[in-house]
């Protein structure tokens, strides 16, 4: 039921109307803009550690018809990263000559230094990918975080009139990389929880429904898995194994660290010098940013709102060499020199809305709010 500005009830829907309903299920993907309002106001994580989050960055790319095995998949842990930071690469040979290829960096990375994108870029200069995708197109681009805290960052799923599925609670198991089966699931657990409750039945909520599920026997094996990467790739590796060999029974529960927090400060990391892209197998963000068809309404409101506007130059660039540089695989900040001072540049209309600002920012004063008219990237073939 849509509410118009006299307070009237109506069925046709206009911009900045109301809407209203018993019970709204949020399914917005990862640290949706609504469901992070809800999380702050209901207080929805008090019984959950801080959710973690990686960064994916994906390119399509058309492969010459004698490298291309159709179905072939392809995964990877380690390498460009050093041993400190999480991450790892898949690569699915699709239909038609494409392949998707990708790197996520896990976004408790310490290096303020450390740019997600060169690093997927470095990725792709590993003899075994140079080769593949030799005189291939690279035809897409794309950028996504995704949420990597898994069942101990399960914010508590309901609250008055609504509640959450799929990655805007959290449900990905990523031991599998994977979250489809679980968005779908959850989506099920809700509707069934729900339409017990219209229908007078015996009320399970949908919490209880999910304890009771595969899903979350499912997530509650993996739940050390990603955690213990928190002590870098080899012990992680020897954890995850030992985890997945029958060590997920024992009772001990690793905690969640925010990503946020992590970034060690500008004067004890190391500058990281990354190649020059050469255009054909390595591309710089602005040709990437392109590639991704993002749009968006000339002459709005900034989508990217800076509670501080200060704090990037006092107090960012400072501490940590203001990363936002860097972490953002779009390009959208920039420090530029304007009459001999710095200035903290946002190109807002590059934004391809991955939420790793919102995320990393390490000063926590990013808020990235939904644009006007629908803009964004229009990925094809993603
Ligand atoms: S501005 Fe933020 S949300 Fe947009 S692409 Fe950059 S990091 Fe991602």
Not at 188 to 214: G, P, V
Not at 238 to 251: D, E, N, Y
Not at 257 to 285: C, E, M, N, V, W
């Amino acid at each position: 039921m849509g509410i118009n500005k006299q307070g009237e009830k109506t069925d046709s829907f206009q911009p900045g109307m109301e809407l209203h309903a018993k019970h709204t299920v949020f399914a917005e993907g990862c640290h949706g803009s609504l469901t992070k309002q809800l999380i702050k106001k209901f207080d929805l994580c008090r019984n959950a550690d801080p959710q973690t989050y990686g960064l994916g960055i994906k390119e399509i790319w058309e492969i010459k018809p004698e490298n291309h095995r159709q179905g072939h998949v392809l995964h990877t842990l380690g390498w460009p990263l050093d041993s400190k930071t999480y991450g790892g690469s898949w690569l699915y040979h699709m239909d038609g000559n494409l392949v998707s290829i990708g790197y996520v960096v896990g976004l408790d990375y310490t290096n303020p230094y450390l740019s997600p994108f060169e690093e997927m870029q470095r990725h792709k200069t590993h003899p075994y990918l140079k080769k593949l995708l030799s005189g291939g197109k690279r035809i897409s681009y794309g950028a996504r975080a995704l949420v990597e805290g898994g069942l101990q960052s399960l914010p508590e799923l309901t609250f008055p009139g609504g509640l959450l599925i799929g990655d805007s609670a959290g449900f990905l198991n990523v031991a599998k990389i994977k979250g489809n089966h679980a968005a779908i699931k959850s989506g099920m657990l809700a509707a069934e929880a729900l339409a017990r409750q219209i229908n007078d039945k015996e009320a399970t909520s949908y919490k209880d429904l999910f304890r009771q599920s595969w899903l979350y026997q499912e997530l509650y094996a993996v739940r050390n898995i990603r955690a213990g990467f928190h002590w870098g790739l080899w012990i992680g590796l020897i954890h995850s194994a030992f985890q997945t060999l029958g060590g997920w029974k024992l009772p001990y529960t690793l905690h969640n660290h925010a990503d946020f927090k992590q970034l060690d400060k500008a004067a004890q990391s190391k500058p990281i010098d990354y190649p020059k892209p050469d255009g054909q197998l390595t591309f710089d963000r602005l040709s990437s940013v392109f590639l991704s068809n993002t749009n968006h309404e000339e002459d709005q409101p900034c989508h990217l709102k800076l509670k501080d506007p200060s704090i990037p130059i006092n107090i960012n660039l400072p501490e940590w060499a203001e990363p936002a540089q860097r972490y953002c695989p779009a390009a959208v900040y920039e420090i530029v020199e304007e009459n001999g001072e710095k200035t903290f540049r946002i190109n807002a209309q590059n934004c391809v809305h991955c939420k790793t600002c919102d995320i990393k920012d390490p000063s926590q004063n990013i808020d990235w709010t939904t644009p006007q008219g629908g803009g964004g990237p229009n990925y094809t073939g993603m």
